[in-house]
């Protein structure tokens, strides 16, 4: 199949399968009654920054059922993926999801800054702009990593692999913060400057990259959009080796 017609068929094959998921749609409305709560019981302002920091999951949701699912159900041996098709699927829904969760970010960004043309203090600022790039940066870091993670684990498995790995080193670093001199503390401080507090951030940034939108120094950004091409990399070896298993 002709590349325009494998990638059209690929952006109806991944919206009926976003349109059939009784999870997604759950989590997005799920997540617009968290933001609608915090700016209704306190402010435009809190509701924006939680929306800025939370965003990238969307993305990691996203990778749930990216490939594994894909390849066990055999639906890549369908005729319309014959001679390799199937491998140029795959690297289109990459690039699909990858446009989805852009444009979600970008129009509840945009309902934001509509609701900050009226009157009062809710107000859009271009300090906002830097921050949602941030974002979508930690996002597609979230779709590389959860996309890799999907050739090894199913049904959702590589999406709690990462929230629960995170929930666990978030307990560790709450546990290192309560100590006098913790690390984590000392990372997060402002005390600590210069290429080797950097590097230890950066370190934090690649298990919780929604931090990037907090601190967006050049180092941070750049280390973390290198690993996100390294992620995206191994999909594209892992694709470009893949062999179906005729049944």
């Given amino acids: 199949m002709p590349s325009r017609n494998l990638r059209e068929a690929a952006f109806l094959i991944v919206r009926r399968k976003a349109a059939a998921s009784r999870t997604l749609p759950m989590l997005l409305?799920?997540?617009?009654?968290?933001?609608?709560?915090?700016?209704?019981?306190?402010?435009?302002?809190?509701?924006?920054?939680?929306?800025?920091?939370?965003?990238?999951?969307?993305?990691?949701?996203?990778?749930?059922?990216?490939?594994?699912?894909?390849?066990?159900?055999?639906?890549?041996?369908?005729?319309?993926?014959?001679?390799?098709?199937?491998?140029?699927?795959?690297?289109?829904?990459?690039?699909?999801?990858?446009?989805?969760?852009?444009?979600?970010?970008?129009?509840?960004?945009?309902?934001?800054?509509?609701?900050?043309?009226?009157?009062?203090?809710?107000?859009?600022?271009?300090?906002?702009?830097?921050?949602?790039?941030?974002?979508?940066?930690?996002?597609?870091?979230?779709?590389?990593?959860?996309?890799?993670?999907?050739?090894?684990?199913?049904?959702g498995s590589n999406v709690l692999v990462v929230i629960i790995g995170q929930v666990v080193l978030a307990v560790g670093f709450f546990l290192s913060m309560m100590a006098r001199h913790g690390w984590v503390e000392a990372v997060l401080s402002d005390n600590l400057t210069g290429l080797l507090g950097k590097l230890r951030f950066l370190g934090i940034a690649l298990l919780f990259p929604n931090s990037v939108v907090i601190k967006r120094d050049p180092l941070l950004i750049g280390g973390l959009a290198l690993a996100g091409l390294g992620a995206f990399y191994l999909e594209w070896r892992k694709i470009k080796k893949l062999e179906l298993i005729r049944r």
Avoid: T
């Fill in 29 to 155: 409305a799920g997540f617009g009654a968290l933001l609608g709560y915090l700016w209704i019981k306190d402010s435009f302002s809190l509701s924006l920054k939680a929306f800025m920091l939370l965003f990238p999951y969307l993305f990691l949701f996203l990778s749930q059922d990216m490939f594994r699912d894909e390849i066990d159900s055999g639906a890549l041996e369908n005729v319309l993926f014959v001679n390799g098709g199937f491998r140029r699927y795959l690297i289109f829904k990459i690039m699909i999801l990858a446009l989805v969760g852009l444009s979600a970010g970008l129009m509840a960004l945009a309902v934001f800054a509509a609701c900050g043309l009226g009157p009062g203090p809710a107000r859009i600022a271009p300090g906002h702009a830097a921050q949602f790039l941030a974002g979508a940066l930690a996002g597609l870091y979230y779709l590389a990593v959860g996309g890799y993670l999907s050739f090894f684990f199913k049904a």
